[in-house]
């Protein structure tokens, strides 16, 4: 296989999640609430190598483009992802991902005292931190496995 021989092929239409941190296709899937059994059609390259990064994941969603929360959430786990919108054949927009302030109703605290886990109708508010990010209710720091706090339906 040469360098530049396509090891997925492309798509007519959807999104291309391009530039993921090694072994992290699987929760970009989660985020995007794919689980296999939605009908969508998903490819997922994962440690495919990278110039760039050395190694890199990358998924391809047909008919779909993500909604503002979902890059939102992606940009915590995958920070160098870029999103490419595909429209026959073609990257119609490229958006590179910016780390946002804050993200509301997409995690949950792990803080099971937290006013956000009991039968209260608030909704979850993270300040994003350089390494993690912080409860705005009851500041609980979650800087490792992120992605199992994912609360996006």
């Known amino acids: 296989m040469s360098d530049h021989q396509l090891r997925v092929s492309k798509i007519p239409r959807g999104t291309v999640i391009d530039h993921i941190r ?54 915590l786990i995958a920070p160098e992802a870029t999103i490419n919108i595909i429209r026959e ?24 005292n937290c006013i956000t886990n009991e039968n209260e109708p608030v909704e979850t508010e993270f300040d994003v931190l350089d390494d993690g990010v912080r409860c705005e209710y009851c500041e609980t720091i979650v800087r490792e496995d992120l992605a199992d706090h994912i609360a996006v339906e």
């Open 22 to 75: 090694a072994g992290q296709a699987l929760n970009v899937l989660a985020i995007l609430g794919i689980d296999g059994e939605s009908g969508e059609t998903v490819s997922v390259g994962m440690n495919v190598p990278s110039d760039r990064m050395g190694h890199k994941d990358i998924v391809k969603v047909e008919d779909r483009e993500l909604s503002q929360d979902e890059v939102d959430v992606l940009s």
């Open 89 to 112: 054949y073609e990257v119609a927009e490229k958006q590179y991902l910016e780390r946002p302030e804050r993200v509301v109703g997409v995690l949950s605290c792990p803080n099971h």
